[in-house]
């Protein structure tokens, strides 16, 4: 399965992706389940430092294995991570950070990646037993931006549809409050 998580900052979205993994990964390692957490953020600043930390703390006892990558994530060999024949399950948190880590490497401006990330997803997805991946809304605030974020907000729609497209539920999180917009509880 397939799962994507939207909804506005604060909203719940991880606690939520990580209690879908522990219900599709019974019993952890002893029931056959490898839980595999992509981290995509590179801390920046304190505020990143800060919410890294409040992730790292809420999922001390869940048993999983953390991948820090914030590009090329298609190059990660998830059967390295895996125990002899577990199932790999994977959350990824989260598709902007990603988008991010893709489109601004170093200096440099990359503005069309969207197709890449999708490619790099569906090769993780391939080799998963489930997947669930966090995402943003940030498309509802009818402001102009500039050039960079126009791109990276075009960039960021392409995959979020794309995403969407091959899950088998998608998630949107309203003040806390799961609305299931496809797929089923």
Avoid: W
């Avoid at 799962?3 to 990580?18: F, M, P, R, V, W």
């Avoid at 505020?47 to 006892?61: A, N, T, V």
């Avoid at 102009?144 to 995403?163: C, K, M, S, V, W």
């Amino acid at each position: 399965m397939v799962a994507l998580i939207t909804g506005g900052n604060d909203n719940g979205k991880s606690e939520y992706a990580e209690d879908l993994v522990l219900k599709l990964s019974p019993f952890g390692e002893s029931g056959g389940y490898t839980r595999l957490y992509l981290a995509t953020m590179s801390a920046r600043d304190d505020e990143s430092l800060k919410r890294i930390e409040k992730h790292i703390l809420r999922r001390k006892d869940m048993e999983y294995i953390t991948i820090e990558k914030s590009c090329d994530v298609g190059t990660i060999d998830i059967e390295s991570y895996k125990e002899s024949d577990n199932k790999a399950v994977l959350l990824v948190e989260d598709i902007p950070n990603l988008l991010a880590g893709e489109m601004f490497q170093g200096t440099d401006f990359i503005p069309d990646v969207s197709d890449k990330i999708i490619d790099d997803i569906k090769k993780l997805v391939s080799v998963c037993e489930h997947t669930v991946i966090v995402t943003n809304e940030v498309f509802s605030d009818g402001i102009t931006y500039d050039e960079y974020t126009t791109t990276y907000l075009r960039e960021f729609g392409r995959i979020n549809q794309a995403i969407a497209g091959m899950a088998d539920k998608v998630v949107e999180l309203v003040c806390g409050i799961p609305l299931i917009v496809k797929g089923t509880e």
